[in-house]
């Protein structure tokens, strides 16, 4: 079965950087797109980032320059380097992708605060 596992997430202040990774399993991990999304306490889950099976790459207006988005189709991991992180960049950090569905992760929690 389809399984996406995140991992990364923590406290940071303002400025500092983290990396998030997503861990997939059960499908063809290399002819699928990525993405992350995020959702902020009382908010809406939001697009952050895709990666397409080519490597081509999408952001958001809110992290675009800030964060970036890579693949290792050999780990079956995606990752996300976030730099340069604002407070209202706090949210639970998701991994996503669509194969005959939409399949998420279980979240991981960046906290920016100082």
């Known amino acids: 079965q389809v399984q996406l596992v995140e991992s990364g997430g923590g406290l940071v202040q303002p400025g500092g950087s983290l990396r998030l990774s997503c861990a997939a399993s059960?499908?063809?991990?290399?002819?699928?797109?990525m993405s992350w999304f995020r959702q902020a306490p009382g908010k809406e889950r939001e697009f952050v980032a895709r990666?397409?099976?080519?490597?081509?790459?999408n952001y958001a207006d809110s992290v675009k320059g800030r964060f970036t988005i890579s693949r290792d189709n050999a780990k079956n991991t995606v990752y996300l380097q976030m730099n340069s992180l604002k407070p209202e960049d706090t949210a639970v950090y998701y991994c996503?992708?669509?194969?005959?569905?939409?399949?998420w992760g279980q979240g991981t929690q960046v906290t920016v605060s100082s």
């Open positions: 990666i397409t099976s080519s490597s081509s790459t």
């Open positions: 059960g499908f063809t991990f290399s002819s699928y797109t």
């Open positions: 996503n992708t669509v194969l005959y569905r939409a399949y």
